[in-house]
Each structure stands twice: as C-alpha cells, then as structure tokens.
C-alpha cells in the first residue's frame, strides 16, 4: 500500500476518528486506525459500540488496507512539517512515512482481524441541517442519565414525525425536551435511543453548514455527515413515558427574557 496527500487533511482525519478508538480491549486490533487505500483514503476507528469513518482525497499507488496504532501514528502526523505526507506499507506491514526532510518507521498490523462494521439498511434517510441537530443534542445531553441500572436512559430519545424532530433526555430528576421543525414533512414516524456517548463524538464533528442525512438500522443508525460517517448502536428497551409526566394543566405562566434570567440565577 502506497499513498501520498496533505499533512492537514491527514491530521484532520486522525483528529475526527481517534474518538471512537478503543483505548483498553481484548482485541487489540480496534485499539487501531484501519487504513483503506483504494479510490481515496479512508480511516476508520471502531470500539464495537460506535465507529467513525472518515476518507481523505489523495493520490494512491498502491491500494491495500492495514491497522495503523492510533496514538504513534497521530503523534508522528502531527509533528511532521506541512506539505504531502507519503505513507508506504510493505507486505511484512512495515510502515516508511515520509514529509519533507523528516521520515520515520513503524508497525502496522493487517486488517484481517479487524471486525467489520455494522450493515445498516439502505433505507430511507432523513436530512437535518447540521446547526438544527447540533442544537437538539447541546439542548437535551445535560440531561441523560448516569445510572447503569436504567441503560435506557443513560441516551437521547428521538422522536420523527411528519412535522417535527424532538429529542428527549430524562434522569430521573430532570427533563429536557428540543423540538426542530423542518421547512419539508419527514414523511415518517420513528422513535429510537441514541446513546450518549455516541451522540458525544457526533456533536463534536457537526459544523453548521450543509446537512447530515441519517438513515436507521434494525439495531445501528447510521450518520453522513460530508466526508465523515459515524454509526453507532441504538439502545433497546421502554424509554420513560414523557407526555405523561409532563404537567399540562399549569395555570401560571411566565415570559421572561433568557439574557435577564440567566444573569440573575448566576448571581
């Protein structure tokens, strides 16, 4: 495997999906990046519960596929001066990198091993401006759950109708409730758990233009975000009742403004 491209799309890259690598495992291989090498570069990191997949334009020579160690290999990217990198893989999976007048070598390990991410039906997906999903994760995530006992809580409840997207957090002390209305219907009526920490990694790689389109899975939902792709596994059991635990019948009511408020709880 031979390729070569920018240094600052290559730690762009590494930045993105070294979130989802797994840090301690008993298969070692996922404590890796998996680089693919074909019509562009693609990175993938994976921890078996959410997986971050990120490609990369650049000129390939050599196609392949190899589990680079995550943390070596990024230090080394980072520390090399700006301009094309050139990353060559012999087939005993010794790694030369190349970047003007600095080299190194390493170790790679083959992709044999490397378990393969989940298949997500190609459904119908549902687009969302990234700013507006932003928003309902920022806007809810406070409130999950860190009780083990109660894993269904410890995500975010999205609920798609035809009107409205909303994403619900209890934990047990608080709710918090977001709703986004799309400018076109959704042309569907789901509900699923999103964990926290997978919803964690994709806030972090949500910008504010353009849209991402998620498409949902049997037990994974799938996130396409520009380049980027992240899946992650849904969570499985009976989500709190909310509408009923919600009081309707207040008969006070206060507008205020949130600048106003907000400084007078701090002080």
């Not at 590494?14 to 019509?39: F, M």
């Not at 190609?122 to 006992?149: D, M, W």
């Not at 899975?217 to 980027?228: F, R």
């Amino acid at each position: 495997m031979r390729f070569t491209c920018e240094k600052s799309m290559l730690v762009t890259g590494l930045n993105i999906t070294s979130r989802t690598v797994a840090q301690k495992s008993t298969l070692s291989v996922i404590e890796g990046i998996l680089c693919r090498a074909g019509s562009d570069l693609s990175l993938t990191g994976y921890n078996m519960e959410t997986a971050i997949t990120y490609s990369i334009e650049a000129e390939v020579t050599e196609a392949g596929e190899c589990v680079l160690p995550a943390r070596l290999f990024g230090d080394i990217i980072r520390r090399l001066p700006e301009g094309p990198v050139t990353v060559t893989v012999d087939s005993q999976y010794k790694v030369a990198i190349r970047a003007g007048y600095a080299s190194f070598n390493i170790s790679a390990e083959p992709a044999d091993d490397y378990p393969e991410l989940p298949d997500v039906d190609s459904g119908r997906s549902i687009s969302i401006p990234q700013s507006a999903l932003k928003e309902l994760i920022s806007g809810t995530i406070f409130a999950v759950s860190e009780n083990t006992g109660r894993p269904i809580h410890t995500g975010v409840k999205f609920e798609i109708e035809d009107n409205a997207i909303s994403a619900i957090a209890v934990d047990g002390f608080r709710l918090a409730r977001r709703t986004y209305h799309p400018e076109e219907p959704t042309g569907r009526n789901l509900a699923f758990v999103v964990p926290a920490q997978g919803l964690k990694e994709l806030e972090k790689i949500l910008g504010e233009d353009e849209d991402v389109a998620f498409t949902l899975g049997n037990k994974h939902i799938l996130y396409q975000l520009g380049t980027a792709t992240l899946i992650c596994r849904l969570l499985e059991g009976d989500f709190l009742d909310w509408r009923r635990v919600v009081p309707t019948g207040c008969p006070i009511k206060l507008v205020t403004n949130v600048g106003d408020i907000s400084s007078s709880i701090e002080r």
